[in-house]
């Protein structure tokens, strides 16, 4: 059955199209898409539409649906229908003009590169569109009244529940659901955590090399950063003093690669026993490692000194909005009242079907098939640069969605410049430096293999090859 409709010249005498595929049923439709083309002016005042047994022919609907649209615009107003002269556009309808300036269009947009090779985002063609929506309408279909309304600022219950169980299996966190606290992602848990009004102040630890947009966010809420300086175990923990709290990426340290050795790991957890610290664990992508099992979450070591954060942005979607916090019980009351007393974040339907997600055990599903996905796109990118560029060394391909190319000394900003004028979108390593810190990592790129569809990736790879400097 036909779903749209483009007039012949000879029937309106301009071309038009007619989508009746909307919602609320093919009536309602036809009606929106013709009252729309009125405004618009694509029918023009006077245009005569061709008979309604003619249209619902052309459109395969019933013909009662055609004449009562044309009916309900006659009423409104839009169209005016005479005997012997049929049904016009009325002559007093004008199209939507900007009262008082000239009509501007849009600008128009700007194109993006052809490849993104960027650090940070999961591959979007990929969203597990039919699961998820199950889940989405299983949830909604079982969900009581009361949860479409005002929301717990802290999550609904069945998402914290079904949080608690997953991430005792998938990452060793130890909690239960009164310690979880809903959030719209890591971002949001920084503004909660140190923001105004924050339960932590400053000064905070920071790794040397990370996210220039956390570091701002801090910055912008009054809190000094202090750097850590990186090697081949992580984050150097030793130089903590008096820092209030210490922001690591210890499953895969973010960008370089590679978790915090064991011995840092307790190191860390004792300075926050001693001094009464805390320390925040962003496990960004602690569920994608690849040639071993993934590292445990730090907050196993000490629930009360550990807040253990998560999200959804790289394992489905950053469109989602959803992230958790599992806290130690000591903060768990001022952090859910610095979020507030309803929640204005996170839809409650998302969570809600998230919970399903997760309890039906699709996520998982979701997660196993990516994590072949990627480590198959890992896979490649070493092949490619081994036959094409096998001066470029490779590091932290163990686990997470990048990998980082270590450059001959003083190419990293021509390189980046030079992808950019071929329309590959790449992050040179320099840009994840602290300003602050002591020591530089060298001349690298973070080559974000998650990002492409599988259909563009060949000729991503092709384009990072093309652009790598010589020896």
């Known amino acids: 059955m036909a779903s749209s409709w483009v007039n012949s010249a000879e029937r309106i005498g301009s071309d038009l199209h007619l989508d009746v595929s909307g919602p609320g049923g093919r009536r309602a439709a036809l009606t929106g898409a013709l009252r729309d083309a009125v405004r618009s002016g694509r029918l023009a005042p006077g245009t005569r539409l061709p008979p309604y047994r003619s249209l619902a022919a052309d459109l395969g609907v019933a013909r009662n649906t055609v004449a009562d649209a044309y009916g309900e615009l006659v009423a409104e107003g839009w169209l005016t229908a005479r005997q012997g002269s049929g049904t016009r556009v009325a002559d007093r309808t004008e199209p939507l003009r900007h009262a008082g300036r000239p009509a501007v269009s849009d600008p128009p947009r700007a194109r993006g590169p052809r490849y993104d090779l960027r650090p940070g985002a999961p591959d979007a063609s ?62 949001h848990a920084l503004r909660l955590l140190f923001g105004a009004g924050g339960v932590l102040r400053g000064p905070v630890g920071v790794e040397s090399y990370g996210l220039a947009f956390h570091r701002d966010l801090l910055a912008d809420a009054g809190v000094r950063t202090v750097p850590l300086p990186l090697d081949e175990h992580g984050a150097r923990v030793d130089p903590l003093g008096r820092e209030r709290a210490v922001l690591l990426t210890p499953a895969h340290q973010f960008p370089t690669g590679g978790p915090l050795h064991p011995e840092r790991r307790a190191a860390v957890v004792d300075w926050a026993r001693a001094r009464g610290s805390i320390v925040v664990e962003d496990d960004y992508d602690g569920e994608f490692r690849y040639d071993r099992r993934p590292v445990g979450a730090l907050q196993g070591l000490d629930p009360e000194r550990v807040v253990y954060v998560g999200s959804v942005s790289k394992s489905l979607s950053p469109a989602l909005r959803l992230g958790w916090m599992v806290l130690p019980d000591h903060l768990v009351d001022a952090v859910r009242a610095v979020k507030g007393e309803r929640e204005t974040w996170s839809g409650v339907p998302d969570q809600l079907g998230l919970a399903d997600f997760v309890g039906s055990g699709a996520y998982d599903r979701h997660v196993r098939r990516m994590r072949q996905r990627y480590r198959g796109r890992r896979d490649r990118l070493v092949a490619a640069l081994a036959e094409r560029a096998p001066h470029i060394r490779v590091s932290g391909v163990a686990a997470g969605l990048h990998a980082v190319l270590r450059l001959p000394p003083g190419t990293e900003r021509a390189t980046v410049e030079a992808a950019s004028a071929r329309g590959v979108a790449l992050e040179g390593l320099a840009a994840f430096r602290h300003p602050a810190a002591q020591g530089a990592q060298g001349d690298g790129l973070v080559v974000g293999y998650g990002t492409p569809s599988e259909h563009a990736y060949e000729g991503a790879l092709q384009a990072l090859c093309g652009v790598l400097p010589a020896q």
């Open 126 to 187: 990929s969203f597990p569109r039919a699961a998820w929506l199950a889940s989405y309408r299983r949830a909604l279909h079982s969900a009581p009244s009361e949860a479409l309304g005002p929301g717990d600022p802290a999550g609904r219950r069945e998402l914290r529940e079904a949080l608690t169980e997953f991430l005792a299996r998938a990452r060793g966190v130890r909690t239960e659901p009164d310690r979880i606290v809903v959030c719209a992602g890591f971002a």
